[in-house]
Protein backbone atom coordinates (compact mmCIF):
# COMPACT_ATOMS: atom_id res chain seq x y z
CA UNK A 1 0.00 0.00 0.00
CA UNK A 2 1.31 3.81 -0.62
CA UNK A 3 1.61 6.42 1.89
CA UNK A 4 -1.39 8.38 2.49
CA UNK A 5 -1.23 12.15 0.84
CA UNK A 6 -1.60 14.75 3.08
CA UNK A 7 -5.05 15.35 2.71
CA UNK A 8 -6.01 12.20 3.33
CA UNK A 9 -3.86 12.34 6.81
CA UNK A 10 -5.63 15.13 7.79
CA UNK A 11 -8.92 13.06 7.64
CA UNK A 12 -7.55 10.13 9.67
CA UNK A 13 -8.44 11.20 13.00
CA UNK A 14 -11.97 12.44 12.10
CA UNK A 15 -12.85 9.54 10.77
CA UNK A 16 -11.38 7.41 13.58
CA UNK A 17 -12.85 9.46 15.55
CA UNK A 18 -16.22 8.60 14.32
CA UNK A 19 -15.99 5.03 14.12
CA UNK A 20 -14.66 4.86 17.71
CA UNK A 21 -17.91 7.14 18.52
CA UNK A 22 -20.34 4.85 17.81
CA UNK A 23 -18.61 2.23 20.24
CA UNK A 24 -18.54 4.41 23.09
CA UNK A 25 -15.22 5.76 23.14
CA UNK A 26 -14.50 9.44 23.15
CA UNK A 27 -11.29 11.28 21.99
CA UNK A 28 -8.63 13.09 24.57
CA UNK A 29 -5.24 15.04 23.70
CA UNK A 30 -2.15 12.84 24.39
CA UNK A 31 -2.53 14.16 27.85
CA UNK A 32 -6.07 12.86 28.43
CA UNK A 33 -7.94 16.13 28.27
CA UNK A 34 -11.27 15.08 26.05
CA UNK A 35 -12.00 17.25 22.95
CA UNK A 36 -14.46 17.65 20.24
CA UNK A 37 -13.88 15.61 16.98
CA UNK A 38 -13.92 18.46 15.02
CA UNK A 39 -10.25 19.41 16.81
CA UNK A 40 -8.87 15.66 15.80
CA UNK A 41 -8.64 16.74 12.36
CA UNK A 42 -4.70 16.47 11.49
CA UNK A 43 -3.86 14.90 14.87
CA UNK A 44 -0.68 12.84 14.88
CA UNK A 45 -2.07 11.34 17.70
CA UNK A 46 -5.46 10.94 19.64
CA UNK A 47 -5.99 9.90 23.03
CA UNK A 48 -9.02 7.50 24.47
CA UNK A 49 -11.54 7.45 26.70
CA UNK A 50 -14.14 5.09 27.72
CA UNK A 51 -16.71 5.98 30.62
CA UNK A 52 -16.51 4.80 34.62
CA UNK A 53 -18.49 5.41 37.11
CA UNK A 54 -15.87 6.89 40.40
CA UNK A 55 -15.90 10.16 40.78
CA UNK A 56 -12.84 12.40 41.82
CA UNK A 57 -14.00 15.89 43.23
CA UNK A 58 -17.49 15.43 42.71
CA UNK A 59 -16.95 14.77 39.15
CA UNK A 60 -16.80 11.84 37.18
CA UNK A 61 -13.95 10.85 35.23
CA UNK A 62 -13.51 8.46 32.69
CA UNK A 63 -10.56 6.12 31.72
CA UNK A 64 -7.91 7.19 29.73
CA UNK A 65 -6.55 3.76 28.63
CA UNK A 66 -4.43 4.33 25.38
CA UNK A 67 -2.89 6.49 22.76
CA UNK A 68 -3.63 5.93 18.72
CA UNK A 69 -0.60 7.11 17.15
CA UNK A 70 -1.29 7.74 13.45
CA UNK A 71 2.14 8.34 11.81
CA UNK A 72 5.15 7.51 13.89
CA UNK A 73 8.05 9.53 12.63
CA UNK A 74 10.74 7.02 11.70
CA UNK A 75 11.07 3.10 10.64
CA UNK A 76 7.74 1.61 8.93
CA UNK A 77 5.68 4.11 10.05
CA UNK A 78 8.15 6.96 7.68
CA UNK A 79 7.64 4.16 4.58
CA UNK A 80 3.98 3.89 4.78
CA UNK A 81 3.21 7.15 6.23
CA UNK A 82 -0.42 6.34 8.00
CA UNK A 83 -0.60 3.01 7.22
CA UNK A 84 1.47 1.82 10.15
CA UNK A 85 -0.04 2.87 13.79
CA UNK A 86 0.31 2.38 17.35
CA UNK A 87 -1.64 1.87 20.04
CA UNK A 88 0.17 2.73 23.46
CA UNK A 89 -2.25 0.85 25.76
CA UNK A 90 -2.06 2.29 29.28
CA UNK A 91 -3.31 -0.26 32.24
CA UNK A 92 -2.67 -3.92 31.85
CA UNK A 93 -6.58 -5.28 32.24
CA UNK A 94 -6.67 -2.55 28.50
CA UNK A 95 -4.17 -4.86 26.25
CA UNK A 96 -7.51 -7.81 26.17
CA UNK A 97 -9.96 -5.10 25.64
CA UNK A 98 -8.38 -3.33 23.08
CA UNK A 99 -7.59 -6.44 20.99
CA UNK A 100 -10.95 -6.30 19.31
CA UNK A 101 -10.92 -2.84 18.87
CA UNK A 102 -7.33 -2.85 17.20
CA UNK A 103 -8.65 -5.88 14.85
CA UNK A 104 -11.60 -4.12 13.70
CA UNK A 105 -9.42 -0.93 13.27
CA UNK A 106 -7.02 -2.66 10.82
CA UNK A 107 -9.99 -3.98 8.85
CA UNK A 108 -11.56 -1.18 8.42
CA UNK A 109 -8.74 1.48 7.78
CA UNK A 110 -6.45 -1.15 6.18
CA UNK A 111 -3.76 -0.34 8.03
CA UNK A 112 -1.37 -2.11 11.08
CA UNK A 113 -0.99 -1.53 14.18
CA UNK A 114 1.12 -2.40 17.10
CA UNK A 115 -0.48 -2.84 20.30
CA UNK A 116 2.32 -1.64 23.33
CA UNK A 117 1.66 -1.76 26.90
CA UNK A 118 2.88 1.61 28.04
CA UNK A 119 2.26 1.90 31.63
CA UNK A 120 0.81 -0.95 34.32
CA UNK A 121 -2.30 1.53 35.28
CA UNK A 122 -4.86 3.55 33.19
CA UNK A 123 -4.93 7.02 33.83
CA UNK A 124 -8.00 9.16 33.99
CA UNK A 125 -9.33 11.77 31.50
CA UNK A 126 -7.68 15.38 32.76
CA UNK A 127 -9.74 18.93 32.59
CA UNK A 128 -8.45 22.35 32.07
CA UNK A 129 -7.64 22.61 35.52
CA UNK A 130 -5.36 20.46 35.39
CA UNK A 131 -3.75 21.25 32.17
CA UNK A 132 -2.51 24.33 33.96
CA UNK A 133 -0.60 22.34 36.41
CA UNK A 134 -2.88 22.76 39.11
CA UNK A 135 -4.26 19.94 40.84
CA UNK A 136 -8.28 19.13 41.94
CA UNK A 137 -9.20 20.59 45.23
CA UNK A 138 -5.60 21.77 45.75
CA UNK A 139 -3.92 18.26 45.51
Excluded: C
Amino acid sequence: MEPLNPGELAEIPVRVGEWLARRGIALADAEGRAFELDRARGEREVGLLINNFGTRGGAAKRVFFGVLVFYPEAGAGARRKGRDWIFAVKGREFMEFSKPIVEELKSEFSVTIQQRLVSEKPDREKNDYERNGYAVNGK
